[in-house]
Each structure stands twice: as structure tokens, then as C-alpha cells.
């Protein structure tokens, strides 16, 4: 059983910074890619940033500059670094996996994390 904790939301203010983290537990072969994705109230989710095996990164257009994801292989922890935080980046923030475990492929949800910034 595959699990992703993610920890480190909470209040802000408009121009400050968190870091969110995500924990992997369980029995893991490969990690294809992890992201971050969050949703606002009344909003669709949306891709806040993804990181492939080989570190190659993609993030979206609104957090580019801002924010950096991270992932430490050795110790399936992945990171979202956000600075200069704004009230639009309100959101609960969720961490995804894309997993090979015993040779299937599977994609995993945390329970996320709830972001607010609010001056």
C-alpha cells in the first residue's frame, strides 16, 4: 500500500513564503513522476508543478518564477518550495505520484494541504 502525506500548508501573508512536503511510504519500485496540483474553492484542480525521474520540471504559466518542486529520491520526500505568495495561490494543495509498483503502473493522491494567504 502506497501512501503520500503531505504537511506544511497553512496561514501567510501576501509576499511570503512556505514549503510544502510530501512524503512517499510503501512499497515502491519507480517513481515515473510527482507533481503538486491544488484546487481553490468553486475551481477545478489544476497542475501547480510536476517533476519527472530525470529532474526534468514543468510548471504552470501562474507560478512560474515563483515556486520550485523538488524531489529527494532517496528519501521519496517531494518538496514544493512558494515564494512571494499572493491570495490567488489560496488553494488546497495535493501531491501526485505516478508509481510502478510490482510492475503495474498506478497514480497516487495525498489528502492535501490547505494553503491560505490572507494578509
Known amino acids: 500500500q502506497v501512501q503520500l502525506v503531505e504537511s506544511g500548508g497553512g496561514l501567510v501573508q501576501p509576499g511570503g513564503s512556505l514549503r510544502l512536503s510530501c512524503v512517499v511510504s510503501g512499497i515502491i519500485s519507480v517513481i515515473n513522476s510527482m507533481g503538486w496540483y491544488r484546487q481553490a474553492p468553486g475551481k477545478e484542480r489544476e497542475l501547480v508543478a510536476v517533476i519527472w525521474s530525470r529532474g526534468t520540471t514543468k510548471y504552470a504559466d501562474s507560478v512560474k518564477g515563483r515556486f520550485t518542486i523538488s524531489l529527494d529520491n532517496a528519501k521519496y520526500i517531494l518538496y514544493l518550495q512558494m515564494n512571494s505568495l499572493a491570495p490567488e495561490d489560496t488553494a488546497v494543495y495535493y501531491c501526485?505520484?505516478?508509481?510502478?509498483?510490482?510492475?503495474?503502473?498506478?497514480?497516487?493522491w495525498g489528502q492535501g494541504t490547505q494553503v491560505t494567504v490572507s494578509s
Open positions: 501526485n505520484a505516478d508509481i510502478i509498483t510490482g510492475g503495474i503502473r498506478h497514480n497516487y
